[in-house]
Nanobody, 113 residues
Framework: QVQLVESGGGLVQTGGSLRLSCAAS????????MAWYRQAPGKQRELVAD???????HYLDSVKGRFTISKDNAKNTVYLQMNSLRTEDTTVYYC???????WGQGTQVTVSS
């Protein structure tokens, strides 16, 4: 059974940092394209970053240079390091394996000014 459990969200001030974690089970992270999405109320879910099985990464323009996606294959876990956070980064973040339809419960990130 595919499961994704996100954690690491919280409340930080502008310019602060957070590291999100996504613990996966039921499939192998190293063999899949993994991604982080976010969805603000009333808006469509948007792709923030993804990482291929080979380690290539891609980012939403607005987070380039601030966010870093990575994975620990031994822990079957994907991370999103978020630095220089802005108020517009406030929303719920989700991870996903692109080959599956399942979503985790998400983790709330709130950036205060």
């Amino acid at each position: 059974q595919v499961q994704l459990v996100e954690s690491g969200g919280g409340l930080v001030q502008t310019g602060g940092s957070l590291r999100l974690s996504c613990a996966a089970s039921g499939f192998t992270v190293s063999l899949n394209i993994m991604a982080w999405y976010r969805q603000a109320p009333g808006k469509q879910r948007e792709l923030v970053a993804d990482i291929t099985s080979g380690g290539s990464t891609h980012y939403l323009d607005s987070v380039k240079g601030r966010f870093t996606i990575s994975k620990d294959n031994a822990k079957n876990t994907v991370y999103l390091q978020m630095n220089s956070l802005r108020t517009e980064d406030t929303t719920v973040y989700y991870c996903k394996a692109m080959a599956y339809v399942y979503w985790g419960q998400g983790t709330q990130v709130t950036v205060s000014s």
